[in-house]
C-alpha cells in the first residue's frame, strides 16, 4: 500500500505540470497560485485543524525554518512554475525538476557540508549535461544565442531551484511535528504570504477577462490542482513516507517528471524530439548514480 500512495502521490504532482500549462493560457499565474493554496488552507485546516492545536507549541518554536520552506515549497516552486509553463512545455518544465535530486546533493554539500561520493559527483556531472543538452536543443552552434534563451525555460529552471531548496532545507523543520500539521501550517503560510504580494501585483496589473475564471474548465483545474496536487499528494506522500521511510521513499520524486512528460505528450499532444530523449537518458543515468549507495 505505501508503494501505491507514492506512486499516486508522485502522479498527482505530475498532473499538476499538465493542468498548470492548460490553466495559464486561461488566467494569470498569480490568481492561480493564490487561488491554489487558499483552497488548499480551508480544506487543510477543516481536515486537520486538530493535529494543528496539538503541535501548536512546537510550530511556534520552529517558526522561522517553516516559514523560509513556505516561501519555497509553496510560493516560489508553483509560481515561477506557472509563469514558466506560459513559454515553455510541459515537458520540458518536467525535465528539468528531474535534475533536482542532483541539485540536491550538491547544496547539502555546499550548506551542510554532507559527504558526497563519487557516484554522485558522477551523477551530477550526468544531470548537468543532460539539462544543459535541452538547453542547447542539441545543437552546439546554440551556445552563441544563449542571450535569447526561452524566459519559459529560466522560469522553469528557477521552479527546479525552488524545490531542491525546499528539499534541502527540509531537515531544518522539528521533525515531530505531524506530516498533517506540517502541511496545514505550510498552506496556510503560503497562502498569507502571497496574499499581499498579489494585491500589490493585481494593483498594478489588474486582472481581466473575468470571465475565464468562472468557466467550468478553470474552476475544474484549480480543484485538480488544490485537491489532487496539494492535498491528496502531501496526504499519500507523508502516509507512504511514514511507512517505508524517507531513505526508501524518496526516490518516487522521480516519478515525478516521468508522469509529467507521459501526460503532457497523451493530453497536450507534445511533440517529442531528439534532445528530449537524449537529455532525459543523461538525467536517467544521474539520478542512477545518485541514487546508488
Known amino acids: 500500500m505505501p508503494y501505491l500512495l507514492l506512486t499516486l502521490a508522485a502522479c498527482f504532482w505530475g498532473g499538476n505540470y499538465v493542468v498548470g500549462r ?15 493554496w487558499i483552497i488548499t488552507a480551508l480544506l487543510l485546516l477543516c481536515l ?3 493535529q494543528l492545536c496539538h503541535d501548536l507549541l512546537k510550530i511556534k518554536k520552529s517558526i522561522w525554518p517553516i516559514c523560509l520552506l513556505a516561501i519555497f515549497g509553496q510560493i516560489l516552486f508553483p509560481l515561477t512554475l506557472y509563469i514558466g509553463l506560459q513559454y515553455t512545455s510541459s515537458l520540458n518544465a518536467s525535465i528539468y525538476l528531474s535534475a533536482t535530486p542532483c541539485m540536491v546533493l550538491v547544496m547539502n554539500k555546499l550548506l551542510f557540508n554532507d559527504t558526497i561520493s563519487k557516484n554522485n559527483i558522477i ?3 550526468f544531470s548537468t549535461i543532460g539539462v544543459i543538452y535541452l538547453i542547447l536543443q542539441g545543437n552546439l552552434a ?3 544565442e544563449l ?9 522553469a529552471m528557477a521552479s527546479a531551484m525552488s524545490w531542491a531548496c525546499y528539499s534541502a532545507f527540509l531537515r531544518l523543520k522539528d521533525k515531530s511535528i505531524s506530516g498533517n500539521a506540517f502541511v496545514t501550517v505550510s498552506a496556510l503560510l503560503g497562502s498569507a504570504i502571497l496574499l499581499p504580494i498579489a494585491l500589490v501585483y493585481f494593483y498594478f496589473y489588474p486582472v481581466t477577462n473575468l470571465a475565464h475564471y468562472a468557466t467550468p ?14 492535498w491528496l499528494s502531501y496526504l499519500f506522500w507523508n502516509k507512504g513516507i511514514v511507512e517505508i521511510g524517507a531513505t526508501r521513499g524518496q526516490i518516487y520524486t522521480h516519478i515525478i517528471p516521468l508522469s509529467a512528460g507521459i501526460f503532457s505528450i497523451v493530453f497536450l499532444h ?6 528530449h530523449l537524449v537529455s532525459i537518458v543523461f538525467i536517467v543515468i544521474g539520478i542512477y548514480f545518485c541514487s546508488k549507495k
Open 22 to 36: 492548460v490553466l495559464v493560457t486561461q488566467a494569470d499565474p498569480m490568481v492561480i497560485s493564490e487561488g491554489r
Open 48 to 50: 486537520y485543524h486538530q
Open 123 to 125: 551523477g551530477v556531472l
Open 142 to 144: 546554440n551556445l552563441s
Open 147 to 155: 542571450s535569447n534563451i526561452n524566459k519559459g525555460d529560466l522560469w
Open 217 to 230: 474548465n478553470f474552476l475544474l483545474g484549480l480543484l485538480y490542482i488544490a485537491i489532487f496536487a496539494s
Open 270 to 275: 507534445t511533440q517529442v524530439a531528439y534532445f
